[in-house]
């Protein structure tokens, strides 16, 4: 049994900052990539930043010089530190990541979301 669980939404005001975090629990074997993801209302789910077990990243253009991955191999987490933070980064935000567990192969796991919501 593989969970990801994130942390750290909330309101905030444009320009403002918000750090996300995503940690990794159950029968972890290995992790390879870890990424965000994002869904505003009535919109599909996109892409925002991934970040591969040795540390490479890539961003959304959108996203890029305001946003930054990391991730911590050995407390199995990543996060997502947001700053300059615009309206239109609200949306619910999910962690993804690459996963091989206990009886298992790799696959894709995702976390049940947290909401960033910024307005003034």
């Known amino acids: 049994q593989v969970e990801l669980v994130e942390s750290g939404g909330g309101l905030v005001q444009p320009g403002g900052s918000l750090r996300l975090s995503c940690a990794a629990s159950?029968?972890?074997?290995?992790?390879?990539?870890m990424a965000w993801y994002r869904q505003a209302p009535e919109k599909q789910r996109d892409f925002v930043a991934r970040?591969?077990?040795?540390?490479?990243?890539n961003y959304a253009d959108s996203v890029k010089g305001r946003l930054t991955i990391s991730r911590d191999n050995a407390e199995h987490t990543v996060s997502l530190r947001m700053n300059s933070l615009k309206p239109e980064d609200t949306a619910v935000y999910y962690c993804?990541?690459?996963?091989?567990?206990?009886?298992?192969?790799?696959?894709?796991?995702w976390g049940q979301g947290t909401q960033v919501t910024v307005s003034s």
């Open positions: 159950g029968s972890l074997v290995g992790i390879n990539d």
């Open positions: 970040i591969t077990h040795s540390g490479n990243t």
């Open positions: 993804n990541a690459n996963i091989r567990s206990t009886g298992f192969s790799y696959r894709n796991y």
